[in-house]
């Protein structure tokens, strides 16, 4: 009942379910055994304007407000968290950071083929010495002389979602002893050195990989370390949404199995254990959404939503972690069976933890905001 959404939001979230049933939740688990998404999802992404839903219309895009952003990420969470955490990642960071920061041209240059899906997208913060830990980013930017607002870039960058795919990346480096800041990197040049992919535990279709850069051409985005990463407080949302579609996904297959499934002549869900795996999930569920919500709106009426975000994103993420480890405990021995998708949803569950500021980081940063 607190969803705001309008009419063409509505809409267009039924295109997304749409399209979860029939492009997505079908291939989740061939996804996972490929280690990679079908090459022309993007493509079908970008003709659903999923890749450009936080674009401003004037710029092409969907225009899309911050709830129906989280509400499109929720949708495909349901169908492939690995999906759904790279489509969060993309608007909120890669396609916001080029709209807000970029310059005339490099719109011109680059938007039109990333809305489409032919121009693919990662953005690249992580180093092995710099996570949790931003500002140890050591990956330096020098000005090129006769190249006003190219930079020579070199460092080393890992875990970086769908970097193994992507043809731009959106990249901090370091500009001086004291000041970073964010630079596009296309790929396709002899600087960009691809070291190796990282397989992950869960959301294993997600290309995450670590590279180096040899004196890489960046083209810089005029903008303060604290800007870009401010982008992060609308993805913290949307890494929320993806661990509650997770959630209700594992809660939807939970109840159905505990109604089919009978020991000692009594149907799991007519169990009082069972029933309160039941009660505790979906309470957590709708107290993960109103949070997620609330951020949303926050977002859309112009408010900060530095603690939101994190609330979200805490509660929702660790959610996810219970519900999925509930939903194998129902399903007993079978729950850890390949047959079973909640085994699948229990490990992409984990990454919600961490991806985006882990739970110790969002735990500071709520604190800080409450002791100011």
């Known amino acids: ?140 930017a020098e000005p090129i002389e006769d190249r006003p607002g190219y930079f020579k870039i070199n460092g080393h960058k890992m875990f970086i979602t769908n970097g193994g795919k992507a043809d731009l990346i959106i990249l901090i480096a370091r500009t001086s002893e004291t000041e970073l800041s964010a630079f596009l990197v296309e790929t396709k040049q002899d600087g960009y050195v691809f070291d190796q992919r990282i397989h992950t535990v869960g959301v294993s279709a997600s290309n995450t990989v670590a590279f180096k850069l040899k004196d890489a051409i960046g083209w ?52 009082q254990s069972v029933q309160n795996f039941i009660a505790d999930s979906a309470m957590e569920i709708e107290a993960a959404k109103l949070l997620l919500h609330k951020g949303a709106k926050m977002f859309d009426m112009g408010l900060p939503v530095v603690k939101e975000s994190s609330m979200a994103k805490l509660y929702a993420s660790e959610t996810a972690n219970r519900v999925t480890n509930r939903a194998i405990q129902v399903h007993g021995g079978r729950g850890m069976t390949y047959e079973f998708l909640v085994e699948k949803l229990w490990r992409d569950a984990k990454l919600t933890e961490i991806g985006e500021g882990c739970s110790e980081i969002q735990r500071m940063v709520i604190a800080k905001q409450c002791l100011r």
């Not at 959404?5 to 029939?22: G, H, Q």
């Not at 997505?24 to 490929?34: A, C, D, G, N």
């Not at 604290?226 to 109840?255: D, N, P, S, T």
Request: with cysteine; charged share 25%; aromatic share 8%.
């Open 1 to 140: 009942m607190f969803l705001e959404i309008t009419p063409t939001e509505n809409d267009f979230l039924s295109t997304v379910r749409s399209f979860v049933e029939a492009e997505v939740l079908p291939k989740t688990r061939k996804w996972e055994e490929q280690k990679a998404f079908d090459d022309d999802i993007w493509l079908k992404l970008g003709s659903a304007g999923m890749l450009s839903m936080t674009l401003s219309k004037e710029n092409g895009g969907l225009g899309l407000s911050c709830m129906g952003y989280v509400e499109t990420c929720r949708e495909l969470a349901k169908g492939d968290p690995a999906l759904s955490m790279n489509v969060a990642a993309i608007n909120a960071l890669c396609v916001a950071h080029i709209e807000v920061f970029g310059t005339e041209e490099q719109k011109q240059k680059y938007l039109p083929g990333i809305k489409t899906g032919e121009i693919k997208l990662a953005w690249g913060l992580t180093e092995p010495d710099a996570g949790s830990d931003a500002r140890r980013v050591r990956t330096k």
């Open 220 to 271: 810089h985005t005029p903008c303060t370390f604290e800007q870009a990463i401010g982008l992060l407080y609308r993805g913290r949302l949307g890494i929320a949404a993806m661990a509650l579609g997770i959630a209700e996904k594992a809660f939807e297959l939970m109840v159905e199995y505990s109604k089919q499934r009978e020991q000692f002549n009594r149907r799991l869900c007519d169990m």
